[in-house]
């Protein structure tokens, strides 16, 4: 019940298209869900992060929707570019486990030109 | 601000040994919380310390251990290494006083190789 689970494993886009990753879980407990980004060689960063009381939240060229009933949550990179080549993985939390972050199993992303 | 510095950065250690593995977490952070990534299991939530206690522990076998200093500096010790133990290890540190939610700040790792 604590899974998060990620789709599609890789995904390859070229220079402007909008690529789509998606994630679902079971907890329903879970409040608060981020993304992060990681290149190779560095550790994770985060790059926009939601609350089930909104369904959508975007900074940028980055989107996240929301589904509180399908227990889903989706990230759009608008007009992408090959910066954004990287993993991208979906986390989700709860109040009471600040840094306890359950992850999905990520999503390599490489934007062509 | 310097950020989140994990050393070493690369070890081998051969079956049985044990090892040790810092991390210093942004000035004034007081949390830390340590990953374990590896291709086939992702990230995993090892352990999570606050002002020196362990605040929240994952499900990891009891050769898995932590600390955290006063200076909010954190070790973490892996005894009786075995195989699957290599991975890369994260540390994570966030200014939260309590045990809210908000962005965690991670280091580049410390790559473990177990021979």
């Known amino acids: 019940q604590q899974q998060v689970k990620q789709s599609p494993q890789s995904l390859i886009v070229q220079k402007g298209g909008i690529p789509i990753i998606n994630c679902a879980y079971e907890?329903?407990?879970?409040?608060?869900f981020p993304w992060y980004q990681q290149f190779p060689g560095k550790g994770p960063a985060l790059l926009i992060a939601i609350r089930p009381d909104v369904s959508e939240k975007k900074e940028g060229r980055f989107t996240i929707s929301f589904n509180k009933s399908a227990k889903q949550f989706s990230l759009h990179i608008m007009d992408s570019q090959p910066g954004d080549s990287a993993t991208y993985f979906c986390?989700?939390?709860?109040?009471?486990?600040?840094?306890?972050?359950?992850f999905g199993t990520g999503t390599r992303l490489q934007v062509t030109l | 601000k310097a950020g989140v510095t994990q050393t070493p950065r690369y070890l081998i250690k051969t079956r049985g040994q044990q090892v040790t593995l810092s991390c210093s977490p942004i000035?004034?952070?007081?949390?830390v919380s340590w990953y374990q990534q590896t291709p086939g299991q992702g990230l995993q939530f090892l352990f999570e310390?606050?002002?020196?206690?362990?605040?929240n522990k994952g499900n990891f076998p009891g050769r898995f251990s932590g600390r955290q200093f006063s200076n909010s500096r954190s070790e973490m010790n892996v005894s009786t290494l075995e195989l699957g133990d290599s991975a890369l290890y994260l540390c994570a540190s966030t200014q939260l006083r309590t045990s809210g939610t908000g962005e965690l700040f991670f280091g580049e790792g410390s790559r473990l190789t177990v021979l």
């Open positions: 000035s004034g952070h007081r949390s």
């Open positions: 986390a989700a939390s709860y109040t009471g486990t600040a840094s306890k972050l359950t």
């Open positions: 907890n329903t407990a879970f409040d608060y």
């Open positions: 310390y606050f002002s020196e206690t362990q605040r």
